[in-house]
């Protein structure tokens, strides 16, 4: 009876993960609309990293601490920072360019993308449908790529890089799954957010250097909303997951984001809700579903054809 449970618990901290994160990257639309986007990421898990950890070193609130090894710190940097560094400057640029609404359903189809690579092409009617599946997700993609072909070069660069950073969001998932069979999900997370602050800050101070910012009342809690509730809690939450389920079974949940991220988008920032967006979201959700569901046990079909 306890695995129930703890299923339970896992799928309930991973709904509140993507309400967390809607609000995150409304946030962060808001900041990078001002702030350097290398700049707000950097700071970002710098200060959500080291809270994290001092949380991790000074109390007993989130388990035992316990020292790395030279081998789990070099894992650590390669893995984890290094590739959260890179997906934050994508998404951050992703942001600035184009809705945060657009963003967060490309981030939608990284399920698709992860089960496409953890299985190379069969011939199993399993293998068939995954593949399918990544048919309706970048089906989903052309409709959100097909009016910024239309329109100005800057609306097609943030949908590419939007597209980008789904891809790199589901190499992240399946790193941090990778690091969290040694680790806590707290530890990882804790880890890997400083250390991609540290990577990306002498190219974030060099931003500032450039361009004047100020950090105002505003600024400040929208910055400490999103290190709490964008960095410190959610990272904590999905890198615990990926110690249970599979990076594929725990990515689905990126579904939810898009749905909050709109709905805080569009009650904070008053971005409008577009025909586009819910046509998208349509194929992209259904080829998620698709790749998911275990069809051959539902219809007992044979496994290769």
């Given at each position: 009876?306890?695995?129930?449970?703890?299923?339970?618990?896992?799928?309930?901290?991973?709904?509140?993960?993507?309400?967390?994160?809607?609000?995150?990257?409304?946030?962060?639309?808001?900041?990078?609309?001002?702030?350097?986007?290398?700049?707000?990421?950097?700071?970002?898990?710098?200060?959500?990293?080291?809270?994290?950890?001092?949380?991790?070193?000074?109390?007993?609130?989130?388990?035992?601490?316990?020292?790395?090894?030279?081998?789990?710190?070099?894992?650590?940097?390669?893995?984890?920072?290094?590739?959260?560094?890179?997906?934050?400057?994508?998404?951050?640029?992703?942001?600035?360019?184009?809705?945060?609404?657009?963003?967060?359903?490309?981030?939608?189809?990284?399920?698709?993308?992860?089960?496409?690579?953890?299985?190379?092409?069969?011939?199993?009617?399993?293998?068939?449908?995954?593949?399918?599946?990544?048919?309706?997700?970048?089906g989903g993609v052309l409709v959100l790529f097909w009016p910024a072909l239309?329109?100005?070069?800057?609306?097609?660069?943030?949908?590419?890089?939007?597209?980008?950073?789904?891809?790199?969001?589901?190499?992240?998932?399946?790193?941090?799954?990778?690091?969290?069979?040694?680790?806590?999900?707290?530890?990882?997370?804790?880890?890997?957010?400083?250390?991609?602050?540290?990577?990306?800050?002498?190219?974030?101070?060099?931003?500032?250097?450039?361009?004047?910012?100020?950090?105002g009342a505003e600024s400040f809690g929208v910055l400490a909303f999103c290190?709490?509730?964008?960095?410190?809690?959610?990272?904590?939450?999905?890198?615990?997951?990926?110690?249970?389920?599979?990076?594929?079974?725990?990515?689905?949940?990126?579904?939810?984001?898009?749905?909050?991220?709109?709905?805080?988008?569009?009650?904070?920032?008053?971005?409008?809700?577009?025909?586009?967006?819910?046509?998208?979201?349509?194929?992209?959700?259904?080829?998620?579903?698709?790749?998911?569901?275990?069809?051959?046990?539902?219809?007992?079909?044979?496994?290769?054809?």
């Amino acid at each position: 009876m306890s695995q129930p449970k703890n299923n339970a618990a896992i799928a309930g901290s991973l709904l509140l993960v993507s309400i967390m994160w809607g609000g995150n990257n409304a946030g962060t639309k808001w900041l990078v609309a001002f702030w350097p986007p290398i700049w707000t990421g950097g700071i970002r898990f710098l200060l959500a990293g080291l809270l994290l950890l001092a949380i991790l070193r000074f109390t007993s609130w989130l388990g035992e601490y316990r020292p790395l090894t030279a081998s789990q710190r070099r894992q650590l940097w390669l893995r984890g920072g290094l590739s959260l560094a890179v997906y934050i400057v994508i998404f951050n640029w992703a942001l600035r360019l184009t809705s945060a609404s657009h963003v967060a359903l490309y981030l939608g189809a990284s399920p698709v993308w992860t089960l496409v690579w953890e299985e190379r092409p069969r011939r199993t009617w399993a293998s068939g449908q995954r593949y399918a599946a990544a048919v309706l997700a970048l089906g989903g993609v052309l409709v959100l790529f097909w009016p910024a072909l239309r329109a100005a070069q800057m609306d097609l660069l943030g949908e590419i890089l939007g597209l980008a950073a789904s891809i790199l969001w589901a190499n992240f998932s399946h790193q941090m799954r990778i690091l969290s069979a040694n680790l806590s999900g707290v530890e990882v997370a804790a880890h890997t957010m400083w250390m991609s602050g540290i990577a990306l800050m002498p190219l974030a101070l060099v931003e500032i250097a450039l361009h004047h910012i100020t950090i105002g009342a505003e600024s400040f809690g929208v910055l400490a909303f999103c290190v709490v509730f964008g960095g410190v809690i959610p990272y904590a939450l999905w890198n615990n997951a990926l110690r249970h389920w599979r990076t594929s079974q725990v990515v689905l949940f990126n579904n939810l984001i898009p749905l909050s991220t709109m709905t805080w988008s569009h009650l904070c920032l008053q971005e409008p809700i577009t025909g586009t967006f819910w046509a998208a979201m349509v194929l992209i959700v259904a080829g998620v579903v698709l790749g998911q569901a275990n069809w051959t046990k539902i219809f007992g079909m044979p496994e290769g054809f």
